[in-house]
């Protein structure tokens, strides 16, 4: 898709030569990005999933693969309830001078990546170092003991205060654990070249370090509070890339993380720079190392929507079939997750989320104990 608009330029007549100027017409407008192409959820090579009737969901017990939708009404959770006790929440800034690992980066503004001609699988990208700051928002249950060790829940692209309110609702019914939430905002931009895709769709366990060794002391140190080391006590959540990113934290440290919450997973080929260890970047995941790797102690929930992402410049673009074939490798290699196709939705659907938020949460931690 072009990304140049042409300009038009009026010539006056003769006649009106010594009149004012008109006024230039006004900018074009941006041509609009394309719509995907709604997949059907029963197509050939899908995994089989049971349809649900509109409105429902599967419940926090069930594994496997389910059909939702067309409709996707907000759970209650999801709203702030009188009577029930809210969180704190802190936030503080991480500046990129103080990183030992993200320095930050930026590609060339107007610039995209190019297949290299003499490897059309490796992308040629124009970057250049680019400092960057980055919120971190902790959320505090009420009930959260000081000095006490907590779960924790670690969650990308944040901000996110649909799930701090869910997290009120889902602790005060003793749904979930009492837990400390850490969202952490991205470095900036997105895909190959920018800061965000680094730490995000780069298939290793660096960006699990980060947030290890430079976020979650902060953490503990400005809002004073003490986190788990238990894996089994930790989970991390995301969309988009930030859910690819939540998976390789997971699936690299499983020394840290044990559950994993991903919406519109971006398990497609975003890496940069390349790796020859993981050639196609998160594609890898399914189509080599789940597949090639003895199971590991991980609980996952899944979702994509019907209109996600389609990009046809290669065979490693298409989010639908990586979530697909996503569920199919959990399937073979016997993990526990829950995969949820949404009908009538798009890229991180913020209804959808809305919907099944506190199901999904529910869903990874409930054999968890509560408090």
Not at 42 to 60: C, H, I, M, Q, R
Not at 68 to 96: L, N, Y
Not at 294 to 311: G, Q, T, Y
Request: proline share 10%; hydrophobic share 35%.
């Amino acid at each position: 898709m072009s990304r140049h608009h042409l300009t038009l330029i009026l010539l006056c007549s003769a006649a009106f030569a010594q009149q004012p100027p008109a006024a230039p017409p006004p900018a074009a407008a941006k041509p609009a990005r394309p719509q995907p192409p709604t997949r059907d959820p029963n197509s050939p090579g899908y995994v089989k999933a049971a349809e649900l009737p509109d409105g429902t969901l599967p419940t926090s017990k069930q594994d496997g693969n389910f059909i939702i939708g067309p409709t996707h009404p907000a759970a209650p959770e999801t709203v702030v309830k009188e009577g029930v006790p809210q969180g704190q929440i802190i936030e503080f800034t991480m500046d990129s001078k103080d990183s030992k690992i993200y320095s930050g980066i930026a590609r060339k503004p107007g610039t995209f990546g190019q297949p290299d001609p003499a490897n059309p699988g490796k992308l040629l990208v124009d970057s250049y170092p680019q400092p960057y700051t980055r919120k971190v928002a902790v959320y505090i249950p009420k009930q959260y003991v000081p000095g006490t060790v907590a779960p924790l829940l670690v969650g990308a692209d944040g901000p996110d205060r649909m799930l701090f309110t869910t997290l009120d609702n889902l602790i005060a019914a003793k749904r979930v654990p009492v837990m400390i939430a850490v969202s952490i905002a991205n470095g900036s931009g997105d895909a190959q070249g920018s800061q965000r895709g680094l730490e995000y769709d780069t298939m290793s366990g660096l960006y699990a370090q980060f947030v290890e060794t430079e976020v979650l002391p902060l953490v503990e140190q400005k809002a004073n509070v003490k986190l788990t080391k238990d894996p089994n006590a930790r989970a991390t959540m995301g969309c988009s890339s930030g859910a690819s990113a939540a998976m390789a934290m997971a699936w690299y440290r499983t020394d840290l993380y044990h559950r994993v919450l991903s919406y519109s997973g971006t398990y497609v080929y975003q890496q940069w720079p390349y790796n020859a260890d993981t050639p196609h970047g998160a594609w890898d995941l399914h189509a080599s190392i789940i597949p090639n790797t003895a199971k590991k102690p991980l609980r996952i929930w899944m979702h994509v929507s019907d209109r996600d992402n389609l990009s046809t410049r290669d065979d490693y673009h298409d989010w639908v079939v990586a979530n697909e074939n996503m569920a199919k490798v959990l399937t073979a290699k016997g993990y526990p997750y829950q995969f949820v196709f949404a009908r009538n939705a798009s890229h991180c659907d913020r209804g959808v989320k809305a919907q099944t938020l506190p199901l999904a949460l529910e869903y990874v931690w409930q054999d968890f104990p509560k408090k």
